[in-house]
């Protein structure tokens, strides 16, 4: 079973793909982390894509589907359900991705839009704060310390990191949404495509989640 998920930052994707892959055999895919491990370990592929990086360049699709193909081919049998999470991101990727897994006999078996209102999404990711010392993780409405932007047990300022910015947030999403918004009438066109109130609390969310997931393994 192949499951996409679909969202900027901020909407709890990874959160649901965790506790997913905790419930199932499933492993979760995204493809910043193949990438950051291929580096790390120096193979053929993360060498290839360490070149373009620092190149200052994107990494190109056809590696990026190579590295999820590696990942895929090289994961334990007892393990045959992958989450993508935020990938793919562009119509072009997603073409790629179904040549590949057409040539294991597969497909994408839902495709899972996490809907969520812009000015929420904004407000979740800039109240964010941390600790520098101990990276403790607060936000100002829905996590807040107990004294004011210091850090429960360090006593030191909380800081906001650089991509949780309010402006470097907006910036992002309309590049975001630029390159990924056809990938959603590409899904809906295929009946693959479900939406899902992701402003709600994580266990709600989950329990949709699960929900599809059920019905897909009937
Ligand atoms: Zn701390």
Same mark, same amino acid.
């Given at each position: 079973?192949?499951?996409? +998920?679909?969202?900027?930052?901020? &909407? ?6 965790? *506790? ?5 055999? *499933? +492993? ?11 580096? %790390? ?7 290839? $894509? ?7 360049? @994107? #990494? ?23 989450? +993508? ?9 997603? =073409?790629? @991705?179904?040549?590949? @897994?057409?040539? =294991?006999?597969?497909?994408?078996? &839902?495709? &899972?839009?996490? $809907?969520?209102?812009?000015?929420? %999404? ?5 109240? !964010? !704060? *941390?600790?520098?010392?101990?990276? %403790? ?6 996590? =807040? ?10 006593? #030191? ?17 309309? &590049?975001?949404?630029?390159?990924? !918004?056809?990938? @959603?009438? +590409? ?12 402003? %709600? ?5 989950? =329990?949709?989640?699960?929900?599809? #997931? ?5």
């Amino acid at each position: 079973m192949f499951i996409v +998920f679909i969202g900027p930052p901020g &909407v709890g994707k990874g959160t649901q793909a965790n *506790m997913l892959a905790e419930k199932y055999p *499933m +492993f979760k895919i995204s493809t910043g982390d193949l990438l950051r491990e291929a580096i %790390r370990e120096k193979t053929t592929l993360g060498e290839r $894509a360490k070149s373009f990086m620092e190149r200052g360049e @994107l #990494v190109p699709d056809a590696l990026v589907i190579e590295l999820v193909n590696e990942k895929v081919s090289t994961t334990s049998k007892d393990i045959n359900s992958f989450i +993508f999470d935020g990938f793919p991101r562009t119509i072009e990727q997603a =073409k790629q @991705l179904d040549g590949l @897994l057409l040539s =294991k006999k597969s497909s994408i078996s &839902v495709a &899972v839009n996490f $809907a969520m209102d812009e000015e929420e %999404r904004v407000t979740r990711l800039s109240g !964010r !704060r *941390m600790c520098p010392k101990c990276q %403790r993780t607060y936000h100002i409405k829905f996590a =807040k310390p107990k004294i004011d932007n210091l850090c429960d047990y360090c006593n #030191v300022d909380l800081i906001q990191r650089s991509d949780d910015d309010e402006a470097v947030i907006r910036q992002r999403s309309s &590049v975001y949404w630029e390159q990924t !918004r056809p990938l @959603l009438d +590409f899904y809906d066109q295929r009946n693959l495509l479900q939406t899902i109130d992701a402003s %709600r609390n994580i266990d709600l969310v989950f =329990k949709d989640l699960d929900n599809f #997931v059920a019905n897909l393994k009937k």
